[in-house]
């Protein structure tokens, strides 16, 4: 009886602590059932931890930053003694001499300052002319304790030109666009000297420079160099046009505000009651002479000033009244770039109702006109007129002052533009390796009947008179040393000495030779006056001046004279050669790359990558988050529309 009643009571108490489950069979009719009030605790829960670590976060992250900047103020902003500077006698009265009897500036205000500058003081002295792109690219490749450096330069700052068009309208302020010089060169622990250079003394290596003191008197004093290399840049051809002092250039900072005020005091006059229609129309006529990539951007960035703040902030009778016009010289505009990217710059202009005139000259401008002719397709030459109150002049370079005196000191400068320089950049008819020259002023030496003389003597192993095709193959690898650029027009060898031997003996006479030479230089064309070139050839020479001054223990072992310069470029460095990365143009709210054959144009994206390029070539980390900075606010508040 005790074991059934015991089995039981198992049973009953295991049917109380487990019940039987239960199957519930879903009706098809039957609704899902709401979340449980536990779930629902459970999310929010989850949502206002998860938000509270988010704020928490915020706000640590806003002490943190707020910490950083104390503790950055507190080792800034605290007091620095200087007393009792070291300053040679010779640096406050300098010594004078030279053929003008001028003050020499062989010691620096800061030469014994300390003891690295002691040390510098001792090395080679590389002096540079120019703040621009080749000036700043051979600092950046140049290593501290190379040279004791001194720049010479008109303007305190270098300046980042290929933004100038949109610090003329407010899409980016002028300061986002500069680098003070000393800043740059303070990594070097160089000098600076604000002054322009004027002259040159190339047999006593002394640069004569002029200055402006406080009271606007202009003194002038020579700076000694063992190493000079010239970066000042090139001015705007007026091509004899009367009239240019009417006209904006764009070439500085100073340039660019000045456009800026003339836009804006342009549009104001234009809003006032009093203007007449006649008047407004003109104020509101917008000139740009020349259809290359600095007068393209212009008009592009006038148009988006136009379509983008003065049809918000002005009367709309301003934006009604604008008219744009580029005058180009050539059938098209951008004519350097593809064939693709000139026809899509011109399509959009013409969508945006640009005014494009092509194959038309300037003759002349007024304070109130731009006249130019056309030819017509009869042969005919028309004369038109476009009233105006803005014309921008860009057409075209010329000699940069110093660089004109540099040209008329040596007798074998025979270039109009620019000062002749060879494979190495040296400067043709300078003492061999002490001048060199960058930039827009420079141009190198595409001329190769120059050479014959020199190229046959190290070919003719006979000393016939003549070169054979033996000697041929000798000259070709001379000519591509001294002239690199011809390497594309000597790619076919037998081909040329078949072509030029003409009398058929198997050898090239000196009268055949020379006019094989005269055609291949003919065919080589000039490196473009552009950033990309410049900064390539301060870069070269920066290397090139870095292992010099680190090879000369190796060199003077190996008998060469480093400070004569003879054979040490050579030795170093092979002779400088351009690679083109491709050129780029903002057109309105769109861009145009040319990259070595390949054209890519479009809209926003372009306009993007077009800035993200502009942005990295930018010279410092300052000017890039100014930068990033100025086109933030441009796209949230607009450009700013008041007239500094």
């Not at 860009?394 to 040209?407: D, E, Q, Y």
Request: hydrophobic content about 40%.
């Amino acid at each position: 009886m005790l074991a059934p009643l015991r089995a039981r009571s198992r049973l009953q108490l295991q049917c109380l602590t487990h019940p039987p489950r239960r199957t519930f069979v879903a009706s098809p009719t039957r609704f899902k059932s709401s979340p449980s009030k536990t779930s629902i605790l459970s999310r929010s829960f989850t949502v206002a931890r998860f938000t509270g670590y988010l704020c928490l976060s915020s706000v640590l992250g806003v002490f943190i930053v707020g910490a950083g900047f104390f503790v950055h103020d507190a080792f800034t902003y605290n007091e620095k003694h200087v007393e009792r500077v070291p300053v040679s006698p010779l640096a406050l009265h300098p010594e004078k001499g030279g053929p003008k009897n001028l003050p020499i500036a062989r010691v620096a205000v800061d030469d014994e300052e300390d003891e690295e500058h002691k040390k510098l003081a001792e090395r080679p002295r590389l002096v540079i002319v120019g703040g621009g792109w080749g000036a700043m690219a051979t600092l950046q490749n140049l290593y501290p304790g190379d040279y004791h450096v001194t720049l010479v330069s008109s303007e305190t700052f270098t300046t980042f030109t290929p933004l100038l068009p949109s610090a003329a309208v407010g899409t980016v302020q002028v300061r986002s666009l500069i680098e003070p010089i000393r800043k740059i060169i303070a990594r070097l622990r160089g000098h600076f000297v604000q002054g322009k250079a004027v002259d040159l003394v190339m047999g006593e290596r002394l640069l004569e420079v002029e200055t402006i003191s406080s009271d606007g008197k202009k003194a002038n004093l020579y700076i000694p160099y063992d190493k000079l290399v010239i970066a000042v840049g090139s001015t705007s051809s007026t091509h004899g046009v009367p009239g240019i002092e009417h006209c904006f250039q764009l070439k500085t900072i100073a340039d660019a505000q000045m456009m800026r005020r003339r836009i804006m005091d342009n549009f104001e006059a234009a809003s006032l009651p009093t203007t007449t229609p006649e008047e407004r129309k003109r104020l509101l006529s917008f000139v740009v002479c020349g259809g290359g990539p600095t007068g393209v951007e212009t008009a592009a960035e006038i148009y988006d000033f136009c379509q983008e703040d003065i049809m918000n902030y002005y009367p709309k009778i301003c934006r009604e009244e604008v008219s744009i016009h580029v005058i180009q010289s050539r059938e098209h505009i951008l004519n350097t770039y593809s064939e693709a990217i000139s026809n899509y710059a011109e399509n959009k202009f013409n969508r945006d109702g640009v005014n494009l005139v092509t194959s038309a000259r300037v003759g002349a401008v007024t304070p109130e006109h731009v006249i130019y002719t056309v030819k017509t397709a009869q042969g005919e030459v028309e004369q038109h007129t476009i009233p105006s109150n803005f014309v921008l002049w860009s057409t075209g370079i010329a000699m940069n002052p110093f660089a004109h005196r540099v040209t008329d000191l040596l007798p074998n400068q025979v270039h109009k533009k620019a000062i002749e320089v060879d494979a190495h950049l040296r400067v043709r008819g300078a003492p061999l390796g002490t001048v060199y020259a960058v930039g827009d002023c420079a141009t190198i030496e595409t001329s190769l009947v120059s050479h014959l003389l020199e190229l046959v003597q190290e070919a003719d192993r006979d000393g016939n008179g003549k070169i054979d095709y033996g000697e041929w193959e000798i000259m070709v690898p001379r000519i591509k040393q001294r002239i690199p650029m011809a390497a594309d027009h000597l790619s076919e060898v037998k081909q040329l000495f078949e072509l030029y031997d003409t009398d058929a003996d198997n050898s090239l006479s000196l009268n055949e030779l020379t006019e094989l030479l005269t055609e291949i230089g003919s065919k080589i064309t000039s490196l473009p006056a552009t950033a990309q070139v410049a900064a390539q050839q301060g870069k070269y020479i920066g290397k090139k001046l870095h292992r010099i001054a680190r090879q000369k223990s190796v060199m003077e072992a190996n008998l060469f004279a480093p400070d004569a310069g003879v054979g040490v470029d050579e030795a170093v460095m092979k002779p400088f050669k351009y690679q083109h990365l491709g050129s780029l143009a903002y057109i309105g709210n769109a861009a145009v790359f040319d990259l070595g054959g390949h054209s890519f144009m479009g809209g926003l994206v372009a306009m993007y990558a077009w800035r993200s390029v502009y942005w990295n070539e930018q010279v410092s980390l300052r000017t890039r988050c100014l930068l990033m900075i100025d086109w933030t606010c441009r796209g949230l508040w607009g450009r700013d529309l008041s007239r500094l």
